[in-house]
C-alpha cells in the first residue's frame, strides 16, 4: 500500500483503540469526561472518513459512526448544561437532571450503535486492504483535496450570503476545520485561518447553547428562572458569532 493509503489505515486504528477506552470509561461511570472523549474520537473518525465517501470500504463504517454521533448527541447537550447549572449553583436543578443523565450513559452502552460500530471497525482494515490491492483506491489522495477544496468554497459561498443561518454556517465551519485537521497536508490552510476557524465555532457553539437551553425552558419550568440571563446572553453570544464570522 502507498503511504498515504497506509497513513488512513494507522488513523483508524488509533481511533479505535481510543474508542474502546472511552466505552470502558463510560462502563465503570466513574470519569465524567468519557462521554465527551467518546465523541471527539467519533468526530475524527468521521472527518477521516466523509472525504472518502463512495468507497465501498468506508460506507459502513461512516454510517456506524453517524448513527452514534446522533444518538450521544443530546447526552453530550445535557452533561454541557448540567455543568452550567451546577456553576449558577443550582443544586436542585442539577440532582433532577443527574439521574436523567445516569440514565442516558446506561441506554448508549446498551444501544445497538456502540456495538455495531466496533463491528464495523473490526472489520474495516480487512475492506481497506482489498480495496488497496484491487486498485479502488487509486487517486484518493487527489480525490480527497478536491473534497476538501469543496468543502471551503461552500463556506466562503455561505459566509458571503447576506442572509446566512447561522446553524448552516456553523456546520460548515465544523466541517472545514476538522477535515483540516483530519488532512493538514492536503487542506491548504495555514495556522491563521485555523485558529479563525476555532474561534468562529466556538463562538456559534455558544449561541447555539443559550438558543437550546432558552428551547428546553419552554418545556421543563424549573429553568425559567434562567431565562432573563439566558436571553441578554444569547444577544451577546449573537454579536460575538458575527465578529468570529466577519473575521472569517
Known amino acids: 500500500m502507498g503511504r498515504f493509503i497506509e497513513g488512513e489505515l494507522q488513523q483508524v486504528l488509533r481511533l479505535q483503540i481510543t474508542l474502546y477506552a472511552c466505552r470502558e470509561r463510560l462502563l465503570a461511570a466513574t470519569d465524567p469526561e468519557a462521554l465527551h472523549d467518546l465523541r471527539i474520537a467519533l468526530r475524527k473518525l468521521r472527518s477521516l472518513l466523509r472525504p472518502l465517501r463512495g468507497v465501498p470500504a468506508c460506507d459502513a463504517l461512516q454510517q456506524q459512526a453517524a448513527e452514534l454521533g446522533r444518538i450521544s448527541g443530546p447526552l453530550r447537550d445535557l452533561e454541557v448544561l448540567l455543568a452550567h447549572l451546577q456553576g449558577l449553583g443550582m443544586r436542585d436543578a442539577v440532582d433532577l437532571r443527574q439521574s436523567r443523565l445516569l440514565e442516558g450513559y446506561a441506554a448508549l452502552l446498551a444501544d445497538d450503535a456502540l456495538p455495531a460500530l466496533f463491528a464495523a471497525l473490526d472489520q474495516w482494515p480487512q475492506l481497506w486492504r482489498h480495496a488497496a ?43 472545514v476545520r476538522y477535515g483540516a485537521e483530519a488532512y493538514p497536508q492536503l487542506s491548504g490552510l495555514s495556522a491563521q485561518p485555523l485558529a479563525r476557524l476555532k474561534a468562529a465555532q466556538s463562538a456559534l457553539g455558544d ?42
Do not use: M, N, S, Y
Open 207 to 248: 449561541w447555539h447553547d443559550l438558543l437550546q437551553w432558552l428551547q428546553r425552558a419552554e418545556q421543563e419550568a424549573d429553568l425559567a428562572a434562567c431565562v432573563d440571563t439566558w436571553r441578554t446572553a444569547l444577544q451577546t453570544a449573537e454579536e460575538r458569532a458575527d465578529q468570529a464570522l466577519l473575521a472569517l
Open 133 to 175: 490491492t484491487d486498485a479502488e483506491l487509486r487517486g484518493l489522495r487527489k480525490q480527497v483535496k478536491r473534497r476538501l477544496a469543496k468543502q471551503q468554497r461552500r463556506l466562503g459561498e455561505a459566509l458571503a450570503d447576506p442572509a446566512h443561518d447561522r446553524h448552516r454556517l456553523r456546520l460548515l465551519i465544523k466541517r
